[in-house]
């Protein structure tokens, strides 16, 4: 792939430099040659040689701007030696001037830029003006000011334009992040409003179900034919209740989530497996089942075991060299899950702004649930939640009996 001059200049600024400087070289040659022979300097080519190192700091003015402004002054010995200055020297003081005007702060660039001129303008005012063609110190003095002047001013407006711009962009960036935040928040919102269509929706479809399955119930020892017709139209309903809670489910999940997994969500029988995954890492856990189970719902069941999960990965985190005990209690249409551990606990500052906390909040939240966590009195952690229970069609797996250790 080749790559443009002007790109490649840009990308290494040290070679524009370098081309900059022989520009100015070839600039004070060809200014030399047009003019009358007799004012040319002797021998050329030491001149020119000393042309060569005047416009040197040119060259390292981006990359080391104070040594260039140091060694721009140090030409300023040539008067000493020669009778004629390299026109070199006024070029690379402009440019210099220029660049630190463009580039540093005005403080910065207005002492640089006395550093560099006041010594030429006292040069030049104190050495007689011999071989000038009759010009004065004064007139001498005026031009280098004003050409010290206009190099600055011009560096100024530069550096001004430059911080413009650079306001400008960010200005447009933030414009653009304020775009896309308010894109996305009239997204949520508008995914909101659909939810919460579809889930009146859902729910007038399911209370239908629910009438018509009682209607279904009675005639169908009367009426089997007309119980066969409300069934069909609740299998029918069913059906487009699943789809539409689908649709509603779309609608509330975020692009980041990954999909939806098609394996059967966990509950209590998974508690049992949790118990023994901590066992494996390395902490004593005991799991204990008190009261008559009752069916639960399967999402009390799946609130249940993230609760469970969630607290037993906390206290492999935090508890070090502890150990850990689960007791999920069954009674008064309620199920109470308790789970406490010896350790150390975790850190009392960030007790209740975890995401795993939060979560089980939500979850007792749904259900209509309490839920308190914190620390035990004499060490340790404690989460329990009580979680009301209705009635279901099962009896939830993996349930031991009453006062049964595993």
């Known amino acids: 792939m080749t790559v443009a001059p002007r790109q490649f200049l840009r990308r290494h600024p040290l070679a524009a430099d370098a081309v900059l400087a022989g520009?100015?070289?070839?600039?004070?040659v060809l200014f030399?040659?047009?003019?009358?022979?007799?004012?040319?300097?002797?021998?050329?080519?030491e001149s020119w040689l000393w042309s060569v190192l005047c416009v040197l700091p040119v060259v390292i003015r981006r990359r080391l701007p104070v040594v260039a402004v140091g060694?721009?002054?140090?030409?300023?010995?040539?008067?000493?030696?020669?009778e004629r200055v390299p026109g070199t020297q006024g070029l690379t003081f402009v440019v210099l001037t220029y660049t630190v005007a463009s580039s540093w702060s005005a403080r910065r660039a207005a002492v640089a830029a006395a550093v560099l001129w006041v010594p030429v303008l006292l040069l030049v005012g104190l050495i007689p003006p011999a071989n000038r063609m009759g010009v004065g110190s004064t007139y001498l003095v005026i031009n280098n000011l004003l050409t010290g002047l206009v190099s600055y001013t011009v560096g100024r407006a530069v550096h001004a334009r430059r911080a413009t711009l650079a306001a400008l962009r960010e200005r447009?960036?933030?414009?653009?992040?304020?775009?896309r935040t308010l894109a996305e928040q009239a997204v949520t919102q508008e995914r909101g409003r659909i939810a919460r269509e579809l889930h009146d929706m859902v729910a007038h479809q399911v209370s239908v179900m629910g009438v018509l399955a009682t209607g279904a119930r009675r005639m169908l020892r009367r009426d089997p034919d007309a119980a066969d017709g409300a069934i069909a139209t609740i299998e029918g309903t069913s059906r487009a209740t699943l789809r539409d809670?689908?649709?509603?489910?779309?609608?509330?999940?975020?692009a980041a989530e990954p999909p939806a997994e098609l394996s059967p969500q966990p509950?209590?029988?998974?508690?049992?497996?949790?118990?023994?995954?901590?066992?494996?890492?390395?902490?004593?856990v005991t799991l204990r089942v008190e009261g008559d189970p009752v069916p639960v719902p399967e999402g009390v069941s799946l609130a249940v075991y993230r609760i469970v999960q969630e607290a037993l990965a906390n206290a492999v985190r935090h508890a070090g060299a502890a150990t850990a005990q689960a007791l999920l209690t069954f009674g008064d249409g309620h199920l109470t899950?308790?789970?406490?551990?010896t350790g150390r606990g975790a850190d009392p500052t960030a007790i209740g702004t975890g995401h795993g906390l939060v979560g089980m909040r939500e979850w007792v939240g749904l259900y209509g649930g309490t839920l308190h966590t914190g620390p035990r009195t004499g060490g340790g952690f404690r989460v329990y939640a009580r979680i009301p229970v209705e009635q279901a069609d099962e009896a939830p797996a993996g349930a031991g009996r009453d006062g049964e250790t595993r």
Not at 23 to 28: E, G, H, K, N, S
Not at 172 to 179: D, G, H, K, M
Not at 245 to 254: A, E, F, G, T, Y
Request: with cysteine.
């Open 23 to 28: 520009a100015l070289v070839l600039f004070d």
């Open 32 to 45: 030399t040659l047009v003019g009358p022979q007799e004012l040319w300097p002797r021998p050329l080519s």
């Open 71 to 82: 060694s721009a002054l140090a030409c300023l010995a040539l008067p000493v030696w020669m």
């Open 172 to 179: 447009a960036r933030v414009a653009e992040e304020n775009q």
């Open 245 to 254: 809670m689908r649709r509603l489910l779309d609608v509330l999940r975020s």
């Open 267 to 284: 509950g209590l029988a998974g508690i049992e497996a949790l118990v023994d995954q901590a066992r494996e890492t390395g902490l004593p």
């Open 337 to 341: 899950v308790e789970v406490t551990d």
